[in-house]
């Protein structure tokens, strides 16, 4: 698969295990290639992302990541949806913290880095590498570019995904700033709009 992919992509690969050495962290996660891809300054993914505002909101995705790692996994959508259940995930995490420590809730079972020394991908991001294949492949691309890994960020269900819609990034709205509005409607894919649900499966 990584014969297909350009040299974009593959410089958000490598941007993500830097990401990972850097925050000292055991795995190669979802979130660490949406860090790498916002660093990138050109390529259809940057071109995205800045449109949508996302690259100038950078710091506030980011806290909204770091909160969402808090409170172990979860984002606003998912808290004020439990708020709404009468359930207070503020109050719940603080009791936890003051129990286990600041953080507790934020480790997420990562892989253990091998004694060989490379890290591993976790099966988040392992899934959005193998959506962007079935995102270009439904796309008749025969190759991986950035936006595919972008698309498949966005398709994948989980907090990367959460946080990028709450930043406005949207599958539909990063679909429409790479190909244009003609494309919402299924335009031009050959599966008549499942690419997202393909790339999240």
Request: proline content about 1%.
């Amino acid at each position: 698969m990584f014969e297909r992919f350009t040299k974009e992509a593959r410089a958000a690969v490598a941007g993500a295990v830097t990401f990972s050495q850097d925050a000292g962290e055991d795995s190669i996660t979802e979130e660490h290639l949406l860090l790498s891809l916002l660093d990138q300054d050109s390529g259809r993914a940057a071109f995205a992302l800045t449109a949508l505002g996302v690259t100038d909101r950078r710091a506030s995705l980011e806290a909204a990541l770091g909160e969402a790692r808090r409170l172990g996994g979860l984002t606003k959508a998912d808290t004020e949806a439990l708020a709404g259940l009468g359930i207070d995930v503020g109050e719940i995490v603080a009791r936890i913290e003051e129990e286990h420590g600041e953080g507790a809730l934020a480790e997420d079972g990562r892989v253990r880095r091998r004694r060989s020394g490379r890290r591993p991908l976790t099966a988040g991001a392992k899934g959005v590498l193998v959506g962007s294949l079935r995102i270009a492949v439904g796309r008749g691309d025969r190759f991986i570019g950035g936006e595919h890994l972008l698309l498949a960020l966005v398709a994948r269900p989980g907090v990367v995904a959460d946080v990028l819609a709450e930043h406005g990034a949207s599958y539909a709205t990063v679909e429409r700033a790479l190909y244009g509005a003609g494309r919402e409607d299924g335009a031009g894919r050959e599966d008549g709009g499942g690419a997202a649900e393909a790339a999240a499966g």
